[in-house]
């Protein structure tokens, strides 16, 4: 007789004393047909709690017989309490567990049949029909029998539970006579499949079939002969349910993913509707609803087409295949589980397991009751998800997908007008049709109350053990949860209003080696290397304010910011970490200024914009480093120049005595000269602010306006806008600039930071030609700063410049700085895109929060 094995679960032997449980097993184990440690024995656990193999209390007296049995039941109950730990350890980590033991007692079973319902997997019978004389004779041979009396009692108990044993619940039982020629085979988990060549993760259908087929076309797949869609590569495509129900063409769809899956092209996971379409094939009684009803209507329309034998055919044929259509599928990479496709959700103990508890969860996801309307009430299942698995899933639409915890939602609202979207792996990438028109008919889609509550407050719970940003330039970035809660206080307490915190400018990295040249720590020779030697030709150089850095969030009125932050105001200008830059009354006057000299400009009518978002510098430098400047810059500089001028007098006093104090005199009056250059670098960028007028802003991007964002655009048409804002109102700067193009221009460039840094300036910025670069697919740094000689005084110390300390500080390390530099770009560019597209306040705040947690990790501030 053949057994086939579960893949996982627990295996029942149920047989008396002497059937031949324990010899069926270690043929099993000698075959290779099973693994030992898949085998559990009562007896071994006797042993292991007790050091005891065997009690025997015939021959006894009564007096000693009863306390024999006292210790051998209480023995028995240990080692069954630990028995069972196993079981339940097994279970939760999906493996095989047979159990060697009577098993004749229906609590004994139940017990086990608990167990397996509790965690998820099935449990098998295998019962082992031996003849009683068989038994006695096997007993007289043991080393200790368990004598005639206890086999014929467990030969009566066997003879009546086996009656009832079919009914218990087991998903198969297996009864033997012999166990000479069994064939025993092991069966593998139907959930599993290997990803192949690749595999395609298509959202939520709802039978709009062309866009379907226009999104396979896109991800490269081609129709063959047959009329199966094929990817030369040999992927394939996978759909996490709801192929029909409230678009046009259900059936068409639902029949395409038939014959696909039928054909081994394509795999479709169970879903809410579908199991209901399945239902109502099957005549159970059920409402078609929420666009179920538009599914009849084809079958009725299809009837009158080919007749009702076709349609009837053509229904069983899509019941069976609704109706075993699997929960969920998890997908292996070099026999690593990698990937989990599921409808509407899954808890992380239910992965790679079935029961109908987990079928219904994977289905309709965790849902919390209905509200009023009667929609249900969804709860965020995936905060719980704490695996490195990727879950990707559909069911609840978002206008893009959504990726937290490790999880991404790709369910576009297709039926809705929105788009349908593929998610490809391994590649991790994103591609998506956009739907040809609102199919579904209904006045209140969920798109739209995603629109209504774009500006609900964010979820904390989603982001405060850590998440993942899936952003367009450098795919999955992971914001550890240690670096997350110190971010999250700061928005908490200190930041501007989330709805207006809608940008946090990235970290800005040195050139990423130290200077060659002899007495420069920074030069723009290793920027332009750097740029050249990734392809980029041209470049731009920015003259480096020396400010403080700040985002303008203007709007042309109060109408356009309630609309897009619900709040009333003409704008907000805040710090790279999010704080307001201004008092609320300066900022009030100072926004209310600019917004007239805009107005007055025309330049909100000019462009079609209800805002500008603007990445600048404010001047002077003592607006945000006033305390800085005046605590620790002046005092060291005045302290230094008076020590070292008393040191260098009282040396010059002594060198006519003693000669060898002349080097000495050198290096003091060498030092002298760098406090002085300290207090004269700082000093430059710092004057009295009298009033409005005192201050001054370089806008260097333009990052957005209303509906658009310009990082296509290059670093040339962000300088032509500096010199536009600058005429629109004296309160905006120009940004002097070149353009390296060939040697000559480098050569000038080189010539013109040497020039302006002589003179104490900052220094400048070398960016390539356009806002994203990337050679072979890698992205590149958006900007490298080259600081002057004389600023780096006040960076790395008046003294920096010494031999020894210039050696020391050209073996800095800036790797972290430019991985972190990327990282917060990357998320920069992601939540203005994100908001520019109107996603919601938490979709464009996963990024904010992502790049001021970044700004937590630590990294060598005088990079």
Known sequence: MPILLPYAGIVLLVGPSNSGKTTLLKRMIEKEEILPSEVISSDDFRIMVSDIDFIDWRDRAKDEADTLMDE??????????????????????????????????????????????????????????????????????????????????????????????????????????????????????????????????????HGCYQELILLLEKLGYHKNQGGLYLHPQGRKFVSVGDVMSRGPESLKTMLFFLEHVQQDAAYMIDSNHGWKIARWLDGRSVTLKHGDEKVEEEFNKYEEEYGSEKAAETKQVLKEFLLHASSHYVFTKNGVQTVICVHAGIRDAFIGKQSEVISDFCRYGDNDGFDESGKPVRKDWYIAHKKSTLIVWGHDPKPQPLLINNTINIDQGAVFGGALTAFRYPEREVISVQASEDHSGDDDSPLKEWERNRLNPPNIRKFIEGYSVLTERM???????????????????????????????????????????????????????????????????????????????????????????????????HTRTGRRFFDVKTEEQLVLRINQDLRESGYFEKYETDYVLLDAEIMPWNLKAKELISSQYAHVAENAILDRTMLKEKIEKAVPEHADLKGWLEEYELKLENARTFQQVFQKYCWDIEDMDSIQIAPFHVLAHSGQAFFDKPHTWHMEKNQEFAKCSSLFVETEYKVITDEASEEEVIKWWEDITSEGHEGIVIKPEFFIARNKGKLLQPAIKVRGRKYLNIIYGMDYLLPKNLERLKNRNTGKKQKLALREFSLGIEGIQRYVKGESIERVHECVLGTLAMESDPVDPRL
């Open 475 to 573: 795919g999955e970035i992971k914001v550890q949860s240690d670096m997350v809660k110190p971010a999250i206080d700061k928005i908490s307490h200190f930041t501007i209003p989330l709805e207006q915190l809608i940008y946090i400018p990235p970290t800005m990295s040195p050139t990423p080696s130290p200077s060659s040249a002899d007495n420069y720590l920074e030069h723009p020779r290793e920027a332009i290397d750097y740029y050249r030697s990734n392809g980029i030709q041209t470049m731009i150089a920015e003259k480096k304010h020396m400010g403080s850095r700040a985002i303008l969030f203007l709007f042309r009125d109060k109408e356009a910011s309630k609309k897009y932050t619900g709040i009333e105001s003409l704008g907000v200008i």
């Open 72 to 205: 051998y039941q209480t023995i028995s109950g240990e080692a069954f309490s630990m028995m069972d730990a196993v079981i339940e350890a097994r279970c939760r980590l999906n493996k095989l567990t047979i159990i060697d033991a009577t098993n004749l007692h229906p609590d004994d079973r139940k017990r086990y049949i608990m167990i397996a319902d509790k965690h998820h997997v099935p449990v098998q019978a295998i019962v082992l029909d031996t003849p009683e004389e068989v038994l006695l004779a096997r007993d007289e041979g043991r080393e200790h029998p368990r004598g005639k009396r206890r086999i014929k009692q467990q030969c009566q108990t066997f003879k009546r539970e086996m009656r009832y044993l079919k009914k218990e619940g087991y998903a198969s039982v297996y009864t033997i006579k012999e166990t000479e020629n069994l064939e025993i085979s092991r069966g593998t988990n139907p959930l599993e499949k290997d990803i192949g060549h690749g595999i395609d993760i298509i959202g939520d259908i």
